[in-house]
């Protein structure tokens, strides 16, 4: 039986926000913003990057044990920075002016 690790919390966390990233790339896409909408998409095309990064890090800490602490430290430093992406995304789009 495998241990509560923070790679079963970061793995369907990532997975999770991959999807929503991608589903407001699409809402922003449909909404056609300007020049505003290429940097929130590239923002967060960026960010699905790094949660799936975050996500294939925690996924393989969890099969081999022998990396598990190295591999476990670069899923939650790559979640971390995929948060803070998010967030900056978050204020772009929430003061963008039409």
């Known amino acids: 039986m495998q ?25 922003v896409k449909l909404t056609h913003p300007g020049r505003v909408g290429v940097v929130i998409d590239k923002l967060l095309a960026l960010d699905t990057v790094l949660f799936l990064a975050s996500a294939l890090f925690s996924f393989v800490s969890m099969r081999i044990r022998r990396f598990e602490t190295r591999l476990e430290g670069f899923a939650e430093i790559l979640f971390l920075i995929a ?5 900056i995304a978050a204020l772009v789009l929430s003061f963008q002016i039409s």
Request: proline content about 3%; hydrophobic content about 50%; aromatic content about 0%.
């Open 3 to 27: 241990k509560d690790g923070l790679s079963a919390h970061i793995l369907p966390t990532s997975a999770t926000l991959v999807g929503a990233c991608m589903t407001v790339i699409s809402v």
């Open 83 to 87: 948060l803070c992406v998010a967030g």
